[in-house]
């Protein structure tokens, strides 16, 4: 809690006040420079002294009023930060592969069947699982393929991320599988949020092909703000692809940020996943902070227009012994 000026340059204005009075034209002024009509208000009532002598009381009650006037001038500002307590949770940025490869359908859907389950249709169904279950935990959402597209910011709202997952469509974002990108630009999207617990789940099917931020500096990028990189392979143990998951590359990533490395070969392998996100990183309880701003002029206003009544009225008040 405390008090701030909006306006603080007014309040050079302030050392002007006693140097007032030392002026050689103040003499000749200070009766009338506050109220131009005092002086001959003065003058016309009959039953008070044309010339009278203003008290030091007079002169305090004007020297204030100025300088609360200048004070509201200044525009003083009561500020107060108030911490509200939230639901505990995380923030978890997924980065979901679209390329053209995840339309291979070679994912088991239950344990010991296998049906044309596509990979993207798999991720889908993984990822809603960990929404089902995601109260208090913030989810962003990135799609790569050849670019990089951010679908959803971090967000609380779970139906938002839902939805954005269920339109994704292999091949929107491009051919290429450009994960070193996508994940520097989930760390760096990352680096923005105020997290103890902030976290980023590359899924993938394939090896990266050219990124502009290889895939080791995202890692050592994410590493050094702090930022843990869960990775899983998607795509049948005994691939069909002319070219293997380097699976050595993606277990290096994960492990250098303090991560784990998940091999997705069925459906059911998201549920393990999600349970080992659960244990190894325990939800943080959110604080927020709202500052409060209450104005104050208004009450160095207030104060400095009585001040002036008031001195206006002692300086045209009958005093003792001055005829009726």
């Known amino acids: 809690m405390m008090v701030e000026f909006s306006h603080p340059w007014w309040l050079l204005a302030l050392v002007l006040i006693p140097v007032l009075p030392h002026l050689p034209a ?8 506050w109220f131009p009509a005092t002086d001959r208000a003065i003058q016309s009532l009959p039953n008070i002294k044309a010339v009278r002598k203003l008290s030091a009381w007079f002169y305090a009650q004007v020297w204030l009023g100025l300088a609360l006037l200048i004070v509201g001038l200044a525009n003083p500002v ?22 053209q490869s995840m339309e291979i359908a070679d994912i088991e859907s239950q344990s010991g069947q296998t049906v044309a389950l596509s990979r993207l249709d798999a991720v889908k169904q993984g990822v809603m699982s960990l929404l089902d279950a995601s109260q208090g935990n913030r989810i962003g959402l990135i799609a790569f393929g050849e670019q990089s597209f951010v679908m959803s910011d971090l967000t609380a709202y779970g139906d ?20 070193g990108d996508g ?7 990352l680096a923005d949020v105020d997290s103890e617990r902030a976290l980023v789940v590359l899924i993938t099917d394939g090896n990266d ?7 080791v500096e995202a890692a050592r990028l994410a590493k050094a703000l ?3 990189l869960y990775v899983a392979a998607v795509g049948a143990i005994v691939s069909t692809d002319r070219e293997p998951i380097d699976e050595a590359l993606l277990r290096r990533l994960a492990e250098r940020t303090g991560g784990e490395f998940f091999r997705i070969a069925q459906v059911i392998d998201f549920d393990a996943m999600w349970q080992t996100l659960e244990d190894l990183e325990p939800k943080q309880e959110r604080v927020s902070e709202r500052v409060k701003r209450i104005p104050l002029s208004w009450i160095a206003w207030v104060a400095s227009f009585w001040l002036f009544v008031f001195a206006a009225f002692w300086a045209t008040r009958p005093q003792e012994g001055e005829g009726r």
């Open 26 to 33: 103040w003499s000749k002024v200070h009766d009338t420079l």
């Open 78 to 99: 009561y500020t107060v930060k108030e911490q509200f307590k939230g639901l505990a949770g995380r923030d978890i940025m997924l980065v979901l592969d679209t390329s």
């Open 160 to 179: 938002t991320v839902r939805y954005m997952v269920s339109q994704l469509e292999t091949g929107f974002a491009g051919d290429s599988t450009r994960f």
């Open 183 to 189: 994940v520097g630009y989930a760390v760096s999207l």
């Open 209 to 215: 092909t050219g990124s502009d931020l290889p895939p």
């Open 226 to 228: 702090d930022v843990k």
